[in-house]
């Protein structure tokens, strides 16, 4: 037997279980790091952007993050830290529009964290128009892909 009873067959949906906590104050240097200053070489796993993004953006969502806040403070302080991601994102592609190794790297992460966004219900309501700028990226880096 389990030492934790299966969420889901209490006839619940499971929550996801991880998040990645960051300070506030250094937002824009672990987004830098994450996003505008990552080399495309390093991370083995190409996706690790979107997922370091996505647990960044459930803990973001969770109480855990600043419990003080009131849940409509909360939504909206997601809903600015999502769409500000994306558009680095999109500056990232908007900037290297002739170098294919960088375009199909975050293509791939746009459309991923897009994929993301758009399933949880937890975030969705609330990324709409990160969702919005992540489709954009999609389709402005294979437009330049396919331009070069």
Same mark, same amino acid.
């Given at each position: 037997?389990? +030492?934790?009873?299966?969420?889901? @067959?209490?006839?619940?949906?499971?929550? *996801?279980? &991880?998040?990645?906590?960051?300070?506030? /104050?250094?937002?824009?240097?672990?987004?830098?790091?994450?996003?505008?200053?990552?080399?495309?070489? +390093?991370?083995?796993?190409?996706? @690790?952007?979107?997922?370091?993004?996505? *647990?960044? &953006?459930?803990?973001?969502?969770?109480? /855990?993050?600043?419990?003080?806040?009131?849940?409509?403070?909360?939504?909206?302080?997601?809903?600015?830290?999502?769409?500000?991601?994306?558009?680095?994102?999109?500056?990232?592609?908007?900037?290297?529009?002739?170098?294919?190794?960088?375009?199909?790297?975050?293509?791939?992460?746009?459309?991923?964290?897009?994929?993301?966004?758009?399933?949880?219900?937890?975030?969705?309501?609330?990324?709409?128009?990160?969702?919005?700028?992540?489709?954009?990226?999609?389709?402005?880096?294979?437009?330049?892909?396919?331009?070069?």
């Amino acid at each position: 037997m389990s +030492a934790t009873p299966s969420i889901e @067959a209490q006839g619940q949906e499971a929550i *996801l279980p &991880a998040v990645l906590e960051f300070p506030e /104050h250094s937002q824009e240097q672990f987004l830098k790091a994450v996003i505008s200053d990552l080399d495309v070489n +390093a991370p083995n796993f190409k996706l @690790a952007p979107v997922y370091t993004l996505y *647990l960044c &953006a459930r803990y973001r969502a969770s109480t /855990h993050y600043r419990p003080d806040l009131q849940p409509t403070e909360r939504a909206h302080k997601l809903t600015v830290f999502l769409h500000h991601v994306a558009n680095l994102i999109h500056n990232i592609i908007q900037e290297k529009y002739n170098d294919p190794k960088i375009l199909s790297f975050w293509m791939a992460n746009s459309s991923e964290f897009l994929h993301f966004l758009k399933s949880d219900r937890h975030i969705s309501a609330f990324s709409v128009q990160a969702q919005e700028v992540l489709a954009e990226c999609v389709q402005a880096a294979f437009q330049n892909l396919v331009s070069i």
